[in-house]
């Protein structure tokens, strides 16, 4: 529908600028930044870190300054690392106004004129032309073949056609033709603003690793206050010196926190993102690391992420032939199968005359080829070019001499060329309008039910008529032409989708497809996938219960997007939701973990977890396997390091029953923790992926960090390491030997040989990965053993030399341990 625009006034300066006083800028509110102080507190909230620091109070009033500086290190290392990677990671929706446009054609005092979107007032009058974005909310006034891109905001690949009284959102663009008419909304009130909102809301809890930490220190933060009271007033009872207990009982508390382990998770988690990027997918949270490999269900949108984003010709049918079409994007190089022949040619090239797209070559803003005009009829000229076809030649040969554009109510477009001396008609539409008397002569029943069949496919059918004669046809009045056939276009699958799909299934990922797509579309799309049969149920956003029983969610808003995510995560399941429109961005950002498409919106991007540089969904399967390599050697430094604190403790608990008064001093312990969890819980942070890594289910959301057997392989171990470095104390004080300090080295040295043997299983292409490990075991070691050798350092630690025989005798009886547990796990084949 066309309607010519008056002369428009539109507002003064001094009217714009006071209602821009009094209801703000056309901008997106951005959060505020959170205070460093914030960051510090949060990362001193730690059960474990809190545990450390009532160790340095007891450190300080016993004058233990030696203990209390090591005991602080460790505290403030752990928390730079800490508020570094949260200041990093908190910029989520801080690029939602990049979307908007950064000027607007407006009319003020009478004038057309450009100022920056920022600007814009409610009742400025706006014009529009094809390829604008829309600066804000606005009625259509007055419009010419007026039609949106929405995608962004719906996720559906289909323009839509607006006319006066309509609506023009915010964020989307102007496809084809012209518009203009009044600001009714901007900034927070627009349908941009309104889903920033919903984003910034939509903010997901901690991550699966994150809970389990935390449930982790609860529970060793309550054991070890218990075991060291109890001790310290036992010991006191029993008529012990107060400060002598007091010592006892600051060393079982650093002997039992696992003060590293912050620093080594936040040192795996960075080493997982560093081999993610490489797979062209860059984290833009450390954690989201981790949550990967916890993912349970896998919400996929569909335009843009399984799909190209871009319509072409799929199938036709001329003169009951069926082809298929194949190319990439809006590239016009392809294969027809079976060849074209002159029917297919003549559809071709009838669809090609009856367009106005235009297609271009890559250039420094588009990598690969692209489309201006309407996305259909794009790909009709896509069509056109492989089937042989030169469009300016084409164009040249039939030059357009009439035509009646594409009306919403006829649902067709006519045009008619000069043809030498007579007159070539074409008519394109939808088949229930093309496909009839009078437009239309012949049998055409055929083709009726060969449209039918496309669209159940999920394609949209474009059905083609033409005609010569020695007249003009009225181009608003088609009659007599011939039908050609018909046209199925859609949004093709990326390239190795479906395998990707099947590729999840093997991983035990179940993989959903939620969209704002029509159901016939959602549902095609998801058979091609592997994930939806003939049936099965397609949801709506409005019933997100059902999200446990479908595995497609069609007509979906932003918000019912968070529903249904949100009903996923109440039946206990982690979530990845991967996108790259605005209307992505809430669910991106409620999900356990948000996956963006590189070549989407930036919205999406800054609201994203995850973002996608190829754009290639593959990319989370590699990024999964990873997630799960970082989980796997987190637990693995959790089992050679809570296995060393549950050593350290047993041996301090022990000692006073077994005649060693004070078995170990704090900063001995601390000492022994730094070298063992330093460089070689880095390195366990290294160690490749176990072969089964996707080929197995994720772990239970449920389950707990010490689960599977992990919590009693660690007792055990530790019992072990204390049983065998208490032994030989033991043993020296009775021959009249430095116990303490031989002590020292055993456990140390027995920890180490622990760190050896709960390496990954490796297969033969990894049989020499991670040589690191060896050489931080051999370094630490080392360090070891100067503690009692090295004069300054054992001033330090309060140790005693020994000779080169003691010092075999600890070497000899550290390797008992892990020689046990690597015969132990090859035997049962174990992973972390």
Not at 260 to 284: E, K
């Amino acid at each position: 529908m066309t309607v010519t625009a008056p002369q428009i006034i539109g507002l003064t300066s001094a009217e714009a600028a006071a209602r821009r006083d009094r209801d703000g800028p056309n901008e997106v509110a951005r959060p505020r930044p959170r205070h460093l102080v914030a960051r510090i507190l949060d990362q001193l909230r730690d059960p474990l870190v809190l545990l450390l620091l009532a160790a340095v109070v007891v450190t300080i009033a016993l004058g233990d300054l030696p203990d209390t500086a090591i005991i602080a290190l460790v505290v403030v290392l752990n928390t730079t690392i800490g508020v570094v990677q949260q200041v990093r990671a908190d910029h989520a929706i801080a690029a939602l106004d990049t979307l908007s446009a950064p000027t607007a054609r407006v009319v003020r005092d009478g004038h057309d004129v450009v100022v920056p979107a920022a600007q814009l007032v409610r009742e400025d009058w706006v014009r529009l032309e094809a390829g604008d974005i829309v600066p804000a909310d606005l009625v259509v006034a007055y419009a010419h073949r007026c039609q949106v891109d929405e995608a962004v905001l719906t996720g559906e690949s289909m323009p839509v056609v607006r006319e006066p009284g309509d609506e023009l959102l915010s964020g989307t663009v102007l496809v084809t033709g012209r518009a203009e008419g009044p600001v009714r909304r901007t900034g927070a009130d627009s349908a941009l603003g309104r889903i920033a909102s919903l984003a910034r809301g939509a903010k997901a809890g901690p991550t699966p690793l994150q809970r389990r930490l935390a449930g982790l220190g609860r529970l060793l933060g309550a054991a070890i206050v218990a075991v060291s009271v109890m001790v310290a007033v036992l010991g006191v009872l029993a008529g012990r010196p107060v400060v002598t207990m007091a010592l006892v009982a600051v060393s079982l508390v650093v002997a039992a926190v696992p003060e590293s382990l912050p620093a080594v998770v936040t040192l795996a988690l960075a080493l997982g993102a560093r081999r993610i990027a490489r797979h062209q997918a860059i984290p833009r949270n450390l954690h989201a690391v981790e949550t990967l490999g916890s993912v349970t269900v896998l919400a996929s949108d569909k335009t843009g992420t399984v799909t190209e984003g871009r319509m072409a010709v799929r199938r036709a049918i001329a003169e009951d032939i069926a082809y298929e079409v194949h190319g990439a994007g809006y590239e016009p190089i392809g294969v027809v199968v079976p060849d074209p022949g002159p029917p297919l040619r003549e559809l071709a090239r009838a669809g090609l005359l009856c367009s106005d797209a235009a297609l271009l070559p890559p250039d420094d803003d588009h990598p690969q080829w692209y489309a201006v005009g309407d996305p259909v009829e794009a790909a009709l000229v896509a069509f056109a070019a492989r089937c042989g076809l030169d469009p300016h030649q084409q164009r040249a040969a039939y030059p357009r001499v009439a035509e009646r554009p594409f009306d919403q109510a006829a649902r067709r477009m006519t045009t008619v060329h000069k043809r030498g001396d007579s007159y070539y008609t074409v008519c394109k539409g939808a088949p229930e309008t093309v496909l009839t008397a009078p437009v239309v002569t012949g049998d055409v029943e055929r083709l009726r039910r060969a449209a039918a069949d496309l669209a159940a496919q999920g394609l949209r059918v474009v059905a083609v008529a033409a005609g010569q004669s020695e007249d003009r046809i009225d181009a608003a009045d088609p009659r007599g032409l011939w039908p050609l056939g018909v046209i199925g276009i859609g949004d093709p699958l990326r390239a190795g989708a479906s395998h990707t799909a099947g590729t999840f299934g093997q991983a035990g990922v179940r993989m959903m497809l939620i969209t704002g797509d029509h159901p016939n579309t959602a549902a095609a799309i998801a058979q091609q996938l592997g994930l939806w049969h003939e049936g099965d149920g397609v949801g709506t956003g409005d019933h997100p219960e059902q999200a446990n029983e479908v595995q497609v969610f069609a007509r979906t808003r932003p918000e019912q997007k968070i529903d249904i995510i949100t009903a996923l995560q109440s039946h206990g399941e982690v979530v990845a939701m991967t996108g790259d429109g605005v209307n992505d961005a809430p669910a991106l950002r409620r999900a356990d973990i948000g996956v963006a498409m590189g070549g989407g919106t930036e919205v999406a991007r800054q609201a994203a977890d995850l973002v996608l540089v190829d754009d290639n969904l593959d990319t989370v399967t590699a990024a999964i396997g990873e997630g799960r390599r970082v989980y796997d050697n987190i637990r693995r430094f959790l089992r050679y390091g809570l296995a060393g604190g549950v050593a350290e403790l047993l041996v301090m608990l022990a000692g006073p029953f077994l005649g060693l008064a004070v078995p170990l001093l704090p900063g001995q312990i601390l000492w022994i923790n730094l070298l063992t969890h330093g460089l070689p819980g880095v390195a366990l942070g290294a160690e490749p992926a176990e072969p089964d890594v996707l080929t197995r289910p994720p772990r239970p959301p449920g389950e707990q960090v010490l689960g599977e057997g992990l919590g009693r392989t660690i007792l055990a171990v530790g019992t072990l390491l204390a049983v065998v470095s208490a032994g030989l104390a033991v043993f020296a004080a009775n021959a009249g030997l430095p116990w303490q300090s031989m002590l020292f080295v055993t456990l140390g040295l027995a920890q180490l040989g622990v760190a050896l043997a709960v390496r990954a299983r490796r297969d033969r292409a990894h049989r020499w990965a991670n040589p690191g490990l060896l050489l931080a075991v051999g370094i630490s070691a080392l360090a070891q053993i100067g503690g009692v050798l090295a004069e300054p350092l054992r001033v330090l630690l309060r140790t005693e030399p020994l000779t080169g025989t003691q010092l075999l005798l600890c070497a000899a009886v550290a390797a008992l341990p892990g020689l046990l547990l690597w015969a132990v796990n090859r035997r049962r084949g174990r992973r972390a």
